[in-house]
């Protein structure tokens, strides 16, 4: 793999992406590479002082229009600030969830068009993609399970959404996977760690 490659973790909660994150982060790291994680919403102050308004709110929360561009807005800084220029200087960027997210959620889930998500990255983030986007699925029962262990019965706005809204999420990242089967590799989260940090190493080999 070339220096200054951008990777991208996504799937739905508990499915382990910050795990994954902090492992392959280690396993780069040991081959002598600079290597930046980071994480979405957030990654710079401006893009977490957004995240807490995001994530964090009381109430009825935001309309899905207000939602979207305010990821769009927490991506753009983060894209301008932190991830454009670590990617210029030769490290690899390790991203947990990026604009995918937008796409599930507020385009799955929410009911924006991939259209007009796509749109707000453009002007915000100038379109960038990933090289790499490591989608990992995991059963609902086994993510629930998860996030029980660590969480009990706390959830945040948009992660304790209806059951209906995850499934809407888990079959837009199904499209979006099948559609661009380049950029995107599939990963089973269902097993250990260990097992899932295996198929996450195996397919950083498409990475020229
Ligand atoms: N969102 C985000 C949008 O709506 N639009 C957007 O554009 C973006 C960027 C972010 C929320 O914002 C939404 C999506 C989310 O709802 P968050 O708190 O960052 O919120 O939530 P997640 O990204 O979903 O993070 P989670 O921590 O919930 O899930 P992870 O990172 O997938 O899972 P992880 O690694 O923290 O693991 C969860 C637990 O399981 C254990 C871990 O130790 C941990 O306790 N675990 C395993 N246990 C057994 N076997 C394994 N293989 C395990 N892997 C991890």
Redesign the pocket.
């Known amino acids: 793999m070339s220096a200054g490659k951008f990777i991208a ?1 996504e ?12 492992l392959l982060a280690e396993a780069l790291r040991a081959q002598g590479r600079e290597v930046v994680t980071t ?4 990654g710079t102050p401006g893009a977490e002082a957004i ?1 807490a308004l ?2 964090g709110m009381e109430g009825e929360g935001w309309h899905p229009r207000a ?2 561009l305010l ?2 807005a ?2 753009s800084d983060h894209v301008e600030r932190l991830i454009v220029p670590a990617i210029a200087r030769g490290a690899s960027v390790i991203c ?11 385009g799955g ?2 009911g924006l068009s991939d259209v007009e998500v796509m749109e707000l990255h453009r002007i915000g983030s100038g379109g960038l993609l990933p090289d790499l986007t490591l989608l ?1 699925e ?1 059963s609902p029962a ?2 629930a ?3 029980a ?3 009990g019965d706390s959830a ?4 304790g ?1 209806p059951e209906a809204f995850h499934a809407a ?1 888990a079959a837009r990242f199904d499209l979006m996977a099948k559609a661009d089967p380049e950029r995107f590799a599939r990963i089973d ?8 940090h295996a198929a996450v190493l195996a397919a950083l080999g498409r990475l020229a």
Do not use: C, H, M, W
């Not at 799937?11 to 902090?22: M, N, P």
């Not at 945040?156 to 992660?159: A, K, V």
């Open positions: 973790f799937g739905g909660e508990g499915a382990g992406k910050s795990t994954q994150t902090r994480r979405e919403p957030g995240r995001l994530l939602e979207a990821f769009a927490a991506r947990d969830r990026f604009v995918d997210s937008s796409r599930a959620y507020q889930g929410g990992i995991v086994i993510a399970q998860r996030l262990a660590r969480d945040d706005r948009i992660g959404r999420v989260g269902n097993g250990s760690a260990e097992a899932i």
